[in-house]
């Protein structure tokens, strides 16, 4: 108890004796000994750190977070076979409707219904996005767009360079096709006999198209495919078992080949577009090696999404300019 309270407390006892009597000094100094004795006893020492109970003034340590390596090849194994279950039962819908997806006409196959497999299609990748948006994450322990890098940011703040990039690939593609040999009808065209189907086939191809096969391809094939390389020719050390487990970083060398495998299924969704003509699907395998370099070198699916859609849609544009707006389509056939 500090001087001040031992005054208070000696004049207050002055203040309660009767007159005449003198108080003796001692006995104040006394009380002052005997009530610092009794404050030591009732404030305790302060806990230490380690004492104190969680949560009370210490931030709780955040946990450890360990780089994961997604999407792996069973995850884009499941997506793709997915992706193949809802196309056949839209199909087998159109079929059990009595409209056959495809018919043989002069020795050639030709897509029937045009309007209608758009929309078995469009249905196919919509399902298949939504599902997926909602099922990765449960997986993942992250979001669906995180865990794919889809990364919008980094393609916003290039969208210039990667929308110059898709209509200089697509000028380049359509000088090097003007000199490949190819029949006069190809079953692409049966999605432009009217105006209003090449209209439609013009909003597929540029918005849902791109945004479902970069997330197939560039999204999760691209990833599995280096994923599973490194994990196959990884050494089996304890050092190189925690180098693994710790990072997550792709050998250029997986990445070359999850590149050329990626572009390769690529080219073959698109081979009954083309009448598989070899030529063409080389093309369409250079195409893909130049998106899945987009794709790596931003880190961004979205990047890569904006240039397929960029070079899809100056193709069409070239058609609306040839057609007039798609008003004379017989002029495609000339």
């Known amino acids: 108890m500090s001087l001040l309270n031992s005054k208070i407390i000696s004049g207050s006892l002055s203040q309660l004796a009767p007159a005449g009597t003198e108080i003796d000094s001692k006995d104040t100094v006394h009380m002052d000994d005997s009530d610092r004795e ?60 009595g409209d056959s997806p495809v018919a043989e006409q002069g020795g050639a196959i030709s897509v029937q219904h045009p309007k209608l497999q758009l929309a078995a299609m469009a249905a196919t990748y919509l399902t298949t996005l939504l599902a997926a948006w909602f099922f990765y ?28 990039l898709g209509f200089l690939l697509a000028a380049i593609v359509q ?3 003007y000199f490949i040999p190819a029949p006069k009808t190809m079953p692409i065209d049966d999605f432009f006999l009217t105006q209003w189907d090449a ?23 691209v990833p599995a495919f280096a994923i599973a390389y490194d994990w196959l020719s990884l050494p089996r050390t304890p050092e190189a078992r925690a180098r ?38 080389l093309v369409l395998f250079s195409v893909s090696l130049v998106l899945t370099f987009v794709r790596v070198k931003t880190d961004s699916v979205a990047s890569s999404a904006i240039v397929h859609g960029s070079y899809n849609f100056f193709v069409f544009l070239s058609l609306m300019v040839a057609t007039g707006g798609y008003r004379h389509l017989d002029r495609m056939t000339h």
């Open 244 to 281: 693994w487990q710790t990072t997550a970083t792709l050998s250029p060398a997986a990445l070359v080949l999850s590149a050329v495998l990626s572009s390769i299924f690529f080219a073959l969704l698109h081979a009954q577009q083309v009448a598989h003509l070899w030529a063409a699907l």
């Open 175 to 177: 000088a090097v096709t």
């Open 38 to 97: 009794t404050e030591s006893i009732a404030q305790p020492e302060p806990e230490s750190a380690n004492e104190r109970p969680e949560g009370f003034g210490l931030p709780e340590p955040e946990p450890d977070i360990t780089p994961s390596r997604i999407p792996n090849f069973g995850q884009a194994l499941l997506f793709v076979c997915f992706a193949g279950l809802m196309l056949v039962i839209s199909e087998l819908l159109l079929f059990f409707k």
């Open 199 to 221: 209209w439609l086939i013009t909003l597929f191809g540029t918005l849902l198209a791109p945004v479902f096969e970069e997330t197939c391809f560039r999204g999760f094939l």
């Open 137 to 164: 994450p449960t997986v993942w322990r992250r979001s669906f767009l995180d865990g794919l890098r889809w990364h919008w940011e980094t393609a916003r703040r290039h969208a210039g360079k990667l929308i110059a």
